[in-house]
């Protein structure tokens, strides 16, 4: 019985090797989706932003505005950015858009705070 899972676990391994080396970078396609949501007007068209780019490319960062509001960052957790408050506990941090490629396809939330 343990050969038998060896010899599956090595046909794994060697599917897994040769789907690696049939990817030839010309083939590959390497773009991401990415979708922000701006959460300046909730529901309305046009309140989400949406990009295709290469893998490892930067995102351009949009210049948002919401009357009232500061701009606190974009956040991959939708909760996270729901909370308007200055004072509230964030686990997580903002995804920083200036300095950090896409790699994956992402969907981020904007968080605004009174």
Same mark, same amino acid.
């Given at each position: 019985?343990?050969?038998?899972?060896?010899?599956?676990?090595?046909?794994?391994?060697?599917?897994?090797?040769?789907? !690696?080396?049939?990817?030839?970078?010309?083939?590959?396609?390497? /773009?991401?989706?990415? #979708?922000?949501?701006?959460?300046?007007? *909730?529901?309305?068209?046009?309140?989400?932003?949406?990009?295709?780019?290469?893998?490892?490319?930067?995102?351009?960062?949009?210049?948002? !505005?919401?009357?009232?509001?500061?701009?606190?960052?974009?956040? /991959?957790?939708?909760? #996270?950015?729901?909370?308007?408050?200055? *004072?509230?506990?964030?686990?997580?941090?903002?995804?920083?858009?200036?300095?950090?490629?896409?790699?994956?396809?992402?969907?981020?939330?904007?968080?605004?705070?009174?």
């Amino acid at each position: 019985m343990k050969k038998l899972y060896n010899g599956i676990y090595v046909c794994i391994l060697a599917l897994m090797l040769l789907c !690696v080396i049939s990817c030839d970078d010309d083939d590959c396609d390497r /773009t991401c989706f990415v #979708t922000l949501v701006c959460n300046i007007n *909730s529901g309305v068209e046009g309140d989400e932003l949406y990009y295709e780019v290469q893998a490892g490319e930067m995102l351009p960062v949009p210049e948002l !505005v919401k009357e009232g509001y500061e701009f606190a960052g974009w956040y /991959t957790d939708q909760a #996270t950015a729901n909370n308007h408050t200055a *004072s509230a506990t964030i686990k997580f941090e903002p995804f920083d858009l200036d300095n950090i490629p896409i790699y994956l396809d992402v969907v981020l939330y904007a968080r605004w705070i009174k």
